[in-house]
């Protein structure tokens, strides 16, 4: 019988398991059976408004700095986690602007609101719900950013028609993301550890930029793209030796972009 998952149960679990085990170095892939560890992090430490006990490293990339934010602001981010890229962002739209964290892990979410807490901040709101199906009005957002999240979601399809919905007219988003060049093979997208750490559900990138398009945005940039080594050991974990050779031939990889769009004016 076909190996299936359910990839928001997976996802909830994982990432729970991050913030109550308080794993910040890893993504949750890290441990294995292997005890393997990889990151496709990029550091934030440099950045003003950055706050350690929201980076759990989970990220593939830094969108607030290609998303044109600006004082005043109001801005989505989607996946928000423990709220490492909203507290960047709110140090950029200042106290006349608004950030929303969403997601759908409560442990993240509770989390977030811990740290806002302690930080004192009054234009911030973290908040539970689902990319699919967004608790967040039309045209609420200047800016829509999320970081290495949307790989996660079982319909892009639906997600993408979400971020436009809730984009303002002449607003624009920000995601950096993870996409393949090539096609995941079957047993790694049934692989729950490789599903929740942003591997097996890597789309094919003309594909994922495809279903944007759908959604109606316009002028479209890849304003960052870097490729992901993932350590052998932790594919050779899930693929048969048959499939590892296959795997090897194919030139599969995994790329981290950061993507530009907009929702037309008009």
């Known amino acids: 019988m076909e190996k ?18 308080s794993c910040g170095c890893c993504a949750p892939t890290a441990r294995s059976k292997m005890d393997t560890s990889f990151s496709m992090a990029e550091d934030y430490s440099n950045l003003a408004g950055y706050n350690p006990d929201a980076d759990y490293s989970l990220g593939c990339g830094v969108p607030t700095k290609h998303a ?29 602007g608004l950030v929303i964290g969403l997601d759908m892990t409560q442990d993240m979410v509770d989390k977030a609101n811990l740290n806002k807490q302690k930080l004192g901040l009054e234009n911030v709101d973290f908040i539970l719900g689902d990319i699919e199906a967004m608790p967040i009005d039309d045209n609420q957002a200047d800016v829509v950013i999320s970081n290495c999240v949307l790989n996660l979601v079982p319909d892009k399809q639906k997600a993408f028609a979400e971020i436009y919905r809730t984009t303002k007219r002449g607003g624009h988003f920000c995601i950096s993301d993870i996409v393949s ?11 729950a550890e490789l599903y929740a750490g942003c591997v097996a559900g890597a789309l094919p990138k003309e594909e994922y930029l495809d279903f944007v398009r759908q959604a109606g945005f316009v002028n479209l ?6 490729n992901i080594d993932v350590p052998e050991q932790v594919v050779r974990e899930v693929l048969t030796e048959e499939e590892w050779k296959t795997w090897e031939k194919s030139g599969t990889g995994l790329v981290s972009i950061t993507l530009y769009a907009e929702k037309p004016a008009s």
Not at 4 to 21: A, C, F, G, M
Not at 221 to 226: G, H, S, V
């Open 221 to 226: 940039q890849i304003r960052q793209e870097r």
């Open 181 to 191: 060049e090539g096609r995941i093979p079957e047993s790694l997208k049934a692989s």
């Open 4 to 21: 299936t998952i359910d990839p928001k149960s997976v996802v909830k679990k994982k990432y729970s398991e991050v913030v109550n085990e």
């Open 68 to 96: 044109e934010i600006n004082s005043g602001d109001s801005v989505v981010d989607l996946g928000s986690g423990a709220g490492n890229d909203v507290f960047i962002v709110q140090n950029i739209v200042g106290s006349s």
